[in-house]
């Protein structure tokens, strides 16, 4: 459990910090959303599914899709 | 001058937040009415998911702030969309058949998933934000999937959103006049313990929220992908 959890937090800090270093702000919006995505399953295996249901549709699927409108609208690389 | 000023109020927030955390016990593990919630939480409500009980019957009123707050959002969002000259010669890429069937198949499932999630928002976890999210999720596939070809009903969206917000104002009214007299009093009966018709007005409330939560989110997805 706890080697799960650590790697899992690992895996959350690496794609924390590739979404501020990404240029691409496409894969910069994908490595937000594997943040939201691993905080959805921490929080589960944290004993709290109902905050893991609103963090996996809200902040893993609804503002990753308007992110990415807002890319397309905008523009997709960082100067 | 400006960096001056701009470090001595970063002292005086920071001196702030010292003062008011020293007055918090540290390494205590619960506060009092945290362990009320737990003992007594489901003799009082009947709901079997205790943060169900907190957040629609202990805490309701804070949960009608948050449902005003989305709707403020919302409509702040249209306002704003409304203004903006709509591109209709923009070229689009229509979607090969397998994608738009798939998502057209998928789509009343995770309405079920969603009307679910919200219905036994007292037996399970879960609850009206998150199935309304779940259900808005379903519009955000149909409108990747079959873009220009649906489109959501509007009046459907602006009935079901009245409706939610009525049905949960008119509730605590209820509860206003009857019982203890206070704003969102749980007057219906407990029923029997971990059944579907039990916990009271919990049930109810958190259908009015899965409509009203769902319709508004489908409406912020609509207009987004309207104007992109």
């Known amino acids: 459990m706890i080697f799960i959890v650590s790697f899992l937090v690992i895996a959350m800090l690496a794609s924390a910090i590739s979404a501020y270093f990404f240029k691409d702000l496409l894969s910069a919006?994908?490595?937000?959303?594997?943040?939201?995505?691993?905080?959805?399953?921490?929080?589960?295996?944290?004993?709290?599914?109902?905050?893991?249901?609103?963090?996996?549709?809200?902040?893993a699927a609804l503002v990753t899709a308007v992110f990415v409108i807002a890319i397309r609208r905008t523009r997709r690389h960082e100067e | 001058?400006?960096?001056?000023?701009?470090?001595?109020?970063?002292?005086?927030?920071?001196?702030?937040?010292?003062?008011?955390?020293?007055?918090?016990?540290?390494?205590?593990?619960?506060?009092?009415?945290?362990?009320?919630?737990?003992?007594?939480?489901?003799?009082e409500t009947g709901a079997a998911n205790i943060v169900t009980s907190v957040v629609v019957n202990y805490r309701s009123l804070d949960t009608l702030g948050e449902v005003t707050i989305l709707f403020l959002a919302a409509i702040g969002l249209g306002a704003v969309l409304a203004t903006i000259i709509r591109k209709e010669d923009r070229e689009t890429v229509k979607a090969s058949l397998i994608l738009s069937t798939g998502c057209k198949f998928l789509f009343p499932f995770i309405l079920l998933f969603g009307a679910y999630i919200f219905i036994h928002g007292h037996l399970t976890p879960g609850g009206g934000f998150q199935g309304g999210a779940i259900i808005a999720s379903a519009f955000l596939l149909i409108?990747?999937?079959?873009?220009?070809?649906?489109?959501?009903?509007?009046?459907?969206?602006?009935i079901s959103e009245s409706l939610g917000g009525l049905i949960f104002v008119v509730i605590g009214l209820i509860g206003l006049l009857t019982g203890t007299h206070y704003f969102l009093n749980n007057f219906m009966p407990k029923g029997e313990f971990?059944?579907?018709?039990?916990?009271?007005?919990?049930?109810?409330?958190?259908?009015?929220?899965?409509?009203?939560?769902?319709?508004?989110?489908?409406?912020?997805?609509e207009l987004l992908m309207e104007e992109s």
Not at chain 1, 39 to 55: K, R, T
Not at chain 2, 144 to 154: A, S, V, W
């Open chain 2, 1 to 43: 001058m400006r960096k001056i000023i701009g470090i001595i109020l970063l002292i005086v927030i920071a001196w702030g937040i010292i003062i008011s955390l020293q007055g918090i016990p540290f390494g205590v593990l619960r506060t009092e009415v945290a362990d009320h919630y737990i003992n007594k939480g489901i003799e």
């Open chain 2, 194 to 221: 971990n059944t579907l018709l039990s916990a009271g007005i919990i049930p109810i409330i958190y259908i009015a929220i899965g409509f009203k939560v769902g319709a508004e989110l489908s409406k912020i997805i």
């Open chain 1, 29 to 59: 919006v994908i490595a937000s959303y594997m943040v939201s995505l691993i905080a959805a399953v921490l929080f589960y295996l944290l004993q709290a599914p109902d905050v893991a249901i609103a963090e996996a549709s809200i902040g």
């Open chain 2, 143 to 158: 409108y990747l999937g079959c873009h220009r070809e649906k489109r959501i009903n509007e009046t459907g969206i602006i």
